[in-house]
């Protein structure tokens, strides 16, 4: 089994990898992305798999009548997030394929259909949202809304799938894919720390934090960095920086996270004040009030601090994803086929497990991250975690998909 996995992870290994930072560069519809899908289809195609790329450019890899029903979905994506790490996304397709060598290897008997899946854009690296594909397919994505996502340099999303050969005029929900599925079960390196404290390799997942993204526009106005006295100014980077502050300290006080992690500067001039400073927020809570009350409050500081730098403030929900509390029958019965003493973990981490979840009985599995660090090019699983986690997925596929 390591063996099988081995090979793919050394495959895969250099798509999409900057040689300087290390870190993974793998965003939508680009070069590194057309690279990750050709590896998928080369995977799918050595095993024997029908391979398709569906109406919303998510991959599936077929073992058996995909049109019978009742089918068992495994799999997760293979983008990044800007200089992201190995494990987030392909290692849990990676294990997909190597659980079915497994299965292979026990001579199981496979009673329902099987897949393999890729989803498209799950990071939101390019576009600016999360969980592109499933969110499409699950019909939580409008076309319009779709068809108005832009990257940094003003290409469109339909305009990016066309140049990569996937015809955008296709994309919209596909009910009929997903009521075609029983169970989805997506492996995941753990992005904390939990696994690690308990010391055990493969945890379940229970629920995901609700979470969101936010735009920030502060606009001043521009001037001269040398001449314009600081009583004179209407500085938006001041207005920025006591609202990151606030971000931390609602948090904080909440028992969520909220992080500015991207921000652009217009003019971006070092000698010029600033006209605009646009800052992304993503915040995360246990629950919606509590993620509500940090919005709430991190919004008010900005808009007081405004008033003070005679600055503007507009606030803008780029995504959503509301609480998910995964599907207790098939994490129960998860439970079981792993013998019961599997760890139950939640998570502040956003997946197209979530997504699908509201459409599709699904559950997750996370491998321990003895750091926790993720989203970094220093994301790590031990091997023999990552074999572990492989068996885990196996036992599962067998239970459910196996007779
Ligand atoms: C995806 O990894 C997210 O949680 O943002
Ligand atoms: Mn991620
Ligand atoms: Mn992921």
């Known amino acids: 089994?390591?063996?099988?996995?081995?090979?793919?992870?050394?495959?895969?290994?250099?798509?999409?990898?900057?040689?300087?930072?290390?870190?993974?560069?793998?965003?939508?519809?680009?070069?590194?992305?057309?690279d990750c899908r050709a590896w998928f289809r080369a995977q799918a195609e050595a095993r024997g798999l029908d391979c398709e790329t569906d109406r919303n450019g998510n991959?599936?890899?077929?073992?058996?009548?995909?049109?019978?029903g009742d089918a068992v979905v495994t799999g997760s994506h293979l983008d990044s997030v800007p200089d992201g790490g190995a494990f987030d996304g392909p290692l849990g397709v990676v294990?997909?394929?190597?659980?079915?060598?497994?299965?292979?290897?026990?001579?199981?008997?496979?009673?329902?259909p099987l897949a393999v899946a890729n989803f498209g854009d799950e990071e939101g690296a390019r576009f600016g949202l999360a969980c592109v594909g499933s969110r499409l397919a699950a019909g939580q994505l409008t076309r319009e809304a779709a068809f108005a996502l832009r990257?940094?340099?003003?290409?469109?999303?339909?305009q990016a799938m066309e140049a990569a050969g996937h015809d955008?005029?296709?994309?919209?929900?596909?009910?009929?894919?997903?009521?075609?599925?029983?169970?989805f079960v997506e492996l995941h390196v753990e992005q904390g720390r939990a696994l690690d404290l308990t010391g055990d390799a493969v945890g379940v997942a229970s629920?995901?934090?609700?979470?969101?993204?936010?735009?920030?526009?502060?606009?001043?106005?521009?001037?001269?960095?040398?001449?314009?006295?600081?009583?004179?100014?209407?500085?938006?980077?001041?207005?920025?920086?006591?609202?990151?502050?606030?971000?931390?300290?609602e948090a904080e006080l909440a028992g969520a996270v909220a992080t500015f992690g991207k921000v652009a500067v217009e003019p971006n001039g070092v000698n010029a004040i600033p006209s605009l400073v646009r800052?992304?927020?993503?915040s995360r809570a246990p629950d919606q009030a509590a993620l509500d009350t940090v919005l709430a409050a991190v919004e008010r500081a900005a808009r007081e601090r405004a008033e003070r730098d005679g600055t503007d403030v507009a606030v803008v929900r780029e995504s959503f994803t509301p609480v998910v509390e995964f599907e207790h029958a098939l994490r129960d019965e998860i439970g079981r086929i792993l013998g019961g003493s599997v760890p139950v973990l939640g998570t502040g981490a956003g997946h197209d497990a979530g997504i699908l979840s509201a459409s599709v009985p699904t559950a997750m599995l996370f491998v321990r991250n003895p750091t926790g660090v993720s989203h970094s090019p220093a994301e790590y699983a031990a091997e023999d975690d990552c074999v572990a986690g492989v068996r885990a997925l196996a036992d599962v596929l067998e239970g459910l998909a196996c007779g």
């Open 207 to 249: 629920a995901i934090w609700p979470h969101g993204r936010w735009r920030f526009d502060f606009r001043g106005e521009a001037n001269h960095a040398g001449t314009t006295r600081l009583a004179d100014r209407r500085d938006p980077m001041l207005t920025y920086a006591e609202t990151v502050l606030a971000a931390r300290r």
């Open 1 to 34: 089994m390591s063996d099988s996995f081995h090979r793919m992870w050394a495959d895969l290994a250099p798509v999409g990898r900057h040689p300087d930072s290390g870190g993974y560069r793998r965003y939508a519809w680009t070069g590194a992305d057309t």
């Open 168 to 183: 955008p005029e296709a994309i919209g929900p596909d009910p009929e894919r997903l009521a075609g599925i029983g169970a």
């Open 279 to 282: 800052g992304w927020l993503d």
């Open 95 to 112: 294990s997909s394929f190597a659980a079915l060598d497994e299965l292979r290897r026990r001579g199981a008997r496979f009673t329902r």
């Open 151 to 158: 990257d940094a340099d003003g290409v469109s999303l339909p």
């Open 59 to 68: 991959q599936w890899a077929w073992l058996g009548d995909r049109t019978a």
